[in-house]
């Protein structure tokens, strides 16, 4: 583990391979190591970055509410320290959010992007046959809001776990994730009453020239997946691919496949730039 200081704020991160370089920006709940099985492969041919994001595991955490913004700022920040610009950025969950947000305002820094269910629920129009599924995601996002409210950091990560990957997935995680979850508990908090989380001016979507792969999973919410159809439209030419038997964190549950997919996106788009 390296650290570096960026925006005040310092930043745990590791580094692995060569080549073009490749930055993993993770989801709500878990650190760098969540790339921990894709990560050796996406080395075999590029230079890949994992860091926490601030307030994660071993970077830095203020006493602050730390919104999007702030992330949106480090990971400008973690490009350019580390001479990695531009970077393509391969993202899970909220972390595909602030890649794309840092796509749109600094596109200089950003080659390409890989969004696996970015969770963008507020730019979804009103439609009836979601409508039941986001009334019961926002039932459970109130009920672990008001587990962490409390300081009940360990229920509030079985809920969002049990909730995302099934019952008894909480179980199921070794004891070191599970205390991963349950330290980060706090920084969900921070995402979810950031007014400006899950929000996006869908109009500058449309002009954005950076190549995209746009993924979700077969399994995966009914949100995440009206999320991606709403992108798929928007985004200009975006290449697409369903993980059919995953769901929203397909590397870890199949990492080969994961892998492959956005290895050989990576590659096309290092190809035509060339």
Known sequence: MA?????????????????????????????????????????????VITYDRRGHSQSERLPDPQGVKAHV????????????RPAHLVTNSLGGEIALKLALERPELVASLCLHEPPLHGCLPHDPDIE????????????VIAELEHGNHEMAAQLFMEDLLGPGAWE?????????????????????????QGTLELGQVTALTTPVLLTVGGRSHPV?????????ATLPEPVRHTFTDAGHIPHLTHPDVYAA????FLDDVVAKAT
């Open 261 to 264: 997919i956005v290895t050989s």
């Open 172 to 196: 199921a995680f070794p004891e070191p994730s599970r205390q991963t979850f349950i330290h980060n508990a706090p920084t969900w908090l921070d995402d979810v009453t950031d007014p400006t």
């Open 132 to 143: 039941q599924a986001r009334s019961d995601m926002q039932a459970l996002e109130d009920e």
């Open 224 to 232: 995440d997946v009206a999320v991606d159809v709403c992108l798929a």
């Open 73 to 84: 700022a480090d990971l400008a920040g973690v490009i350019d320290q580390l001479d990695a």
């Open 3 to 47: 650290t570096i200081t960026v925006n005040g704020v310092r930043l745990a991160y590791d580094e692995a391979g060569a080549g073009p370089p490749v930055i993993w920006v993770h989801g709500s709940w878990t650190d760098r190591q969540g790339a921990r099985l894709v990560a050796p492969l996406l080395a075999e041919r590029y230079r």
